[in-house]
Nanobody, 115 residues
Framework: QVQLAQSGGGLVQAGGSLRLSCAASIRMSSIDTMGWYRQAPGKQRELVATITSGRSTNYADSVKGRFTISRDTTKNLMYLQMNSLKPEDTAVYYC?????????WGQGTQVTVSS
């Protein structure tokens, strides 16, 4: 199983930017797909963005053009750069890794966007 440790997040005003990081306990090049998900209060967890080992990316329509997912295999880190943040982006954000058919999750980090 992969251990994931998240950092980043916090409070920002609408229109601002934040960057989330996710560190993996194994070589990231060994991990097929990684992604970011979020869960707002009272709502189900939803996909934000995914990235494959070949660096193919996929985004939720709500974040396209504003968020960028990337992975640095030399540092074993995955990032989510979030620009033009909106109050509706407020949620707990989780990173996920799929390795050998099993999913591992980060501990979650709060992102709060004030209007």
């Amino acid at each position: 199983q992969v251990q994931l440790a998240q950092s980043g997040g916090g409070l920002v005003q609408a229109g601002g930017s934040l960057r989330l990081s996710c560190a993996a306990s194994i070589r990231m090049s060994s991990i097929d797909t990684m992604g970011w998900y979020r869960q707002a209060p009272g709502k189900q967890r939803e996909l934000v963005a995914t990235i494959t080992s070949g660096r193919s990316t996929n985004y939720a329509d709500s974040v396209k053009g504003r968020f960028t997912i990337s992975r640095d295999t030399t540092k074993n880190l995955m990032y989510l750069q979030m620009n033009s943040l909106k109050p509706e982006d407020t949620a707990v954000y989780y990173c996920k890794a799929r390795f050998l058919g099993f999913d591992s999750w980060g501990q979650g980090t709060q992102v709060t966007v004030s209007s």
